[in-house]
């Protein structure tokens, strides 16, 4: 699976921003895509989640109600649509995929594939 993230930028506090996740090479559907961000000097973090075809989302306490994650099986692409961004939301993005069977869905070193990241900056 290659995965390819795109969509990021620079938006005021309290604007909104869609992240796009498109992936190609293998059937996406037995996978489960993550979203995570890293900003300097910390370490990566979990956003969010969706099990592909029609599974459940989850969400990082500090996003819940914010971010959602939705899905287009058409084009096989996974989206984070972004609102409310606050400052401490700038980061690099990234996305990437488990088999949906995985248990650590919270996890960095559980994920197989990611994408290359992009730039999320939120101004105040």
Known sequence: VQLQASGGGVVQAGGSLRLSCAASGRTFSNYRVGWFRQAPGKEREFVGSIRRSGGNTYYADSVKG???????????????QMTSLKPEDTA???CAAQPSSSLFLRVAGAYEYWGQGTQVTVSS
């Open 66 to 80: 914010r971010f959602t994650i939705s899905e287009d099986n058409y084009e096989n692409t996974v989206y984070l």
């Open 92 to 94: 690099v993005y990234y």
